[in-house]
């Protein structure tokens, strides 16, 4: 009888001290957030509510490919996603030692699920149906498609998407790239579908393969740097019917941080920071021939 | 004097360290039936096969016909159709009929068409009682009707000499009779047969001449009644000796 | 007489029994995993993403329209390895030194394609090799995708039916050599048909791998069932697609390693091995 009473008396104290506690955490934690001045003052405490207390948890691919992170090493800041994320984070009030990288693979992240990160950016397209199962916030990015062919390929000089019909694609499964060919295009030939653009641009370099579909910024880059003898046939704007992708930063389904996250896209993107950021990285951002309907 | 059918001259045969034939000489003569007895290990299983090349010999000749069919890289295909021979486990072809097993020599080797062939084997299987066996499968049939078979097989290919190796020594006994019949009926049409054998008293009555083999040698030849009645070398005595008192002489 | 029908008593009643028995425990197992998964915490979730009904539905025919793909590969690849297979397990076989070249060619292969993994084997032939042509045609990766699994498996096949063949005891041989067939006859005729035989059980198995790995062709282009169901999944954000596909590939290997084990019985009883309770 008396160690029940005893029991419950621990247990109680128990709990309120923890309430206390669970306090007293909260408000040490809130250090000085650079907030503009439209966000609400609880925005402050919706960035805490990281996976791990105190540090930013942050994803991308593995491997990470240039432009998007030089060198696989998103810790440094060089790249266009890296240096995105860590101006993302350093918004909300994480820098240096508190934000960490991990890597997750593209698929495994827009499944259903808790997530081991705060938020993960590789490429991912704003989808209503990705949205149905993971978190979006608003764009960071925004590509249109492009195709690279190898030179003397039929798909040379197209002026609109009927010039397209009979040339023979390929593209990395289940990215936009893929569904702008089979849903916009949807050329005569089946498409070939490949794990990622390596397999994309193995297949073009073997003849298998008249064209492949890329976002701009990787288009330009295997044409440029990566395939001899290859250039970007043209690219689509939104207007042709396609979706043009809009890149956002992915977070579990109702994650607490999402509001924090689009309030720091708001403020990078109001400073011109988000602007600086893209102009530098994407620089090769050159003209390709546009592709009308 | 007629040159022998076969003819084996000082033939040496060895299996790694072991001599198995230490020096064989024999004669046969066309239509002779010759007898092989012996201890196991003796040689006689390795002389037969030796015989038709099945083991290439080491030293010796072979004379078929007066040609030495031993030397080495010669084609040994056409010389064994010519030879037949009858073994201890039958070894029927198991994946094929009673009549294919018997038609397939002659249409493979000799290229005789399928009819021809077949009437070959249908002729054979009903000069050893087998007609009604036909169609059936190795696995089907008894020991002694599977060793029928067998020499059948062997004589659709028209050999002019038999080699018989112990060909009743797995059979059950009431089972043996039925194939020694089937030799009696070979050897009453004059077909030249060297044969190693356990059975004495079929030996006795059907050979023209026994060979006792010893270690490799022939130690003793002989008509049967010379070496059944009156053995002059001690070992073939003990051998008989051996034999009768097992109670199968 | 009498103690034959007091045996059959016994058995009837022992047959009975375990009918019972077996049928309850059955049914007690049904009822815990019916009763108890559904309870588990996330047991919604898991059912929504990979059990989700009207996802099924939707892409079942498309799977099913891609593994139309699947088999046509199996289809031609199939008798192409066994042929390789043959022509390398009686290469192996040979006996004169004229052919040591051959053999050495046959230990050579099976040696390097049974190290590589088939996954290597595609990429290597799928992507290497169509480079060297120039025109379409011939750079297909569904014949170089082919032409890697046919190499692979060849490998494997001819050491299935290589023992097969020495599994036929060499009185076989001496038989027909006593005839007069030539050695060529004596495997044409008498030594393969009967390793052939031998050896179904293991082929099947072979084959029912094969038909899995035949999805490792998407690697390189094609899009097949396995791959189909990968872009349903992205597109969907749901793994449904993937079990729609394990139900088609299990309607086709489920058949299958039921034929093999009723050739391997049949095969049992027919050389006439008996069991021992």
């Not at chain 1, 503009?36 to 003052?41: G, Q, R, V």
């Not at chain 1, 704007?237 to 924090?260: I, N, Q, R, V, W």
């Not at chain 3, 036929?168 to 006859?185: I, P, W, Y």
Request: one cysteine or more; glycine letters at 8%; a negative charge.
């Amino acid at each position: 009888m008396r160690s029940n009473k005893l029991m419950a008396v621990a247990v109680i104290t128990t709990l309120v001290l923890a309430a206390c506690g669970s306090d007293d955490a909260s408000t040490s934690d809130a250090t000085a957030d650079t907030e503009p001045p439209t966000t609400e003052a609880a925005a402050g405490d919706a960035c805490s509510n990281t996976i791990e207390d105190g540090v930013l948890t942050i994803a991308t691919g593995n491997p990470a490919f240039f432009p998007w992170v030089i060198d696989d090493a998103p810790e440094s800041g060089q790249g266009f996603e890296a240096a995105v994320a860590l101006a993302v984070g350093e918004q909300m009030g994480y820098s240096g030692d508190s934000v960490t990288w991990v890597r997750t693979d593209f698929d495994a992240a827009i499944q259903p699920g808790a997530k081991d990160f705060d938020f993960n950016l590789q490429q991912f397209s704003i989808t209503d149906e990705r949205k149905e199962t993971v978190d979006f916030s608003a764009p960071y990015y925004t590509a249109n498609q492009a195709i690279v062919a190898l030179n003397g390929s039929s798909a040379e000089g197209a002026a609109s998407i009927a010039d397209l019909k009979d040339v023979k694609f390929g593209a990395q499964a289940g990215t936009t790239s893929f569904a702008f060919i089979t849903d916009v295009i949807q050329p005569t030939q089946d498409v070939f579908a490949y794990d990622d653009n390596v397999g994309a641009k193995a297949a073009l370099e073997a003849n298998q393969i008249d064209a492949a579909v890329f976002d701009l910024p990787t288009a330009l880059y295997v044409s440029g740097v990566e395939i001899d003898g290859s250039s970007v046939v043209g690219q689509f704007p939104a207007a042709a019917g396609g979706t043009t992708d809009e890149f956002g930063l992915l977070l579990e389904k109702d994650s607490p941080l999402t509001p924090c996250v689009n309030a720091a896209l708001q403020a990078l993107s109001e400073s011109g920071e988000l602007a600086a950021i893209t102009n530098e990285w994407l620089s090769e951002f050159t003209g390709a021939p546009v592709i009308s309907e | 004097m007629t040159t022998p059918k076969l003819s084996l001259r000082a033939v040496r045969k060895s299996f790694g360290t072991n001599t198995v034939l230490d020096g064989i000489d024999l004669d046969v003569a066309p239509g002779e039936v010759i007898t092989l007895i012996g201890a196991s290990g003796s040689g006689k299983s390795t002389l037969l096969r030796c015989s038709n090349l099945l083991e290439p010999i080491d030293d010796g000749a072979i004379l078929f016909d007066g040609d030495d069919i031993a030397e080495p890289g010669l084609d040994a295909d056409p010389i064994r159709r010519r030879i037949g021979m009858v073994f201890q486990s039958f070894n029927l072809f198991p994946h094929m009929s009673v009549t294919k097993n018997v038609a397939i020599g002659p249409r493979k080797v000799l290229g005789v068409d399928k009819a021809t062939a077949n009437a070959i084997a249908v002729e054979l299987l009903a000069r050893f009682g087998l007609t009604d066996r036909a169609d059936a499968y190795p696995d089907q049939l008894s020991g002694g009707q599977q060793q029928r078979v067998a020499i059948a097989r062997s004589l659709a290919m028209g050999p002019e000499v038999m080699l018989l190796d112990e060909i009743t020594s797995a059979l059950d006994p009431e089972l043996v009779g039925e194939v020694l019949d089937v030799v009696r009926g070979l050897k009453a049409d004059g077909m030249t047969m060297l044969f190693a054998t356990h059975e004495m008293a079929f030996a006795r009555e059907i050979s023209d001449r026994v060979c006792f083999l010893h270690r490799g040698r022939i130690l003793e030849q002989g008509s049967p009644e010379q070496i059944f009645g009156d053995p002059q070398e001690q070992r073939t005595r003990e051998f008989l000796q051996r034999v009768i008192d097992a109670g199968r002489l | 007489m009498d103690s034959q029908t007091r045996r059959e008593a016994y058995e009837q009643r022992q047959r009975r029994r375990s009918i019972v028995i077996a049928s309850a425990s059955t049914a007690v197992v049904i009822a815990t995993i019916a009763v108890l998964v559904p309870r588990a915490p996330r047991w919604d979730r898991v059912k929504k993403s990979f059990f989700d009904g009207d996802i099924f539905a939707d892409s079942f025919p498309r799977l099913l329209e891609a593994f139309w793909l699947d088999i046509k590969i199996f289809a031609w690849s199939v008798p192409l390895i066994f042929a390789l297979s043959l022509a390398i397990a009686v290469s192996r076989n040979t006996r004169s030194p004229a052919l040591f070249p051959l053999r050495a060619a046959a230990v050579i292969y099976t040696d390097v394609f049974r190290g590589i993994p088939v996954i290597l084997t595609i990429f290597l032939v799928g992507f290497g090799v169509p480079g060297l042509f120039e025109s379409r045609a011939w750079s297909n990766p569904l014949i170089w995708g082919s032409a890697a699994l046919i190499l692979s498996y060849s490998a494997y096949v001819s050491e299935e039916i290589r023992a097969g063949i020495e599994g036929v005891h060499e009185s076989q041989r001496a038989a027909a050599r006593s005839l007069g067939m030539t050695s060529t006859q004596t495997m044409a005729s008498v030594v393969l048909p009967q390793a052939l035989r031998r050896i179904v059980p293991p082929m099947m198995n072979s084959l029912v791998s094969l038909q899995k790995d035949v999805a490792l062709v998407s690697l390189i282009g094609p899009v097949e069932i396995l791959r189909q169901a990968g872009l349903d999944k992205s597109k969907l954000a749901n793994f449904t697609p993937y079990v729609a596909a394990a139900v088609i590939f299990l309607m086709v290997t489920i058949p299958c390693t039921r034929l093999a084990d009723y050739l391997l019985n049949r095969e049992r009883r027919r050389t006439g091995a008996t069991s021992v309770s």
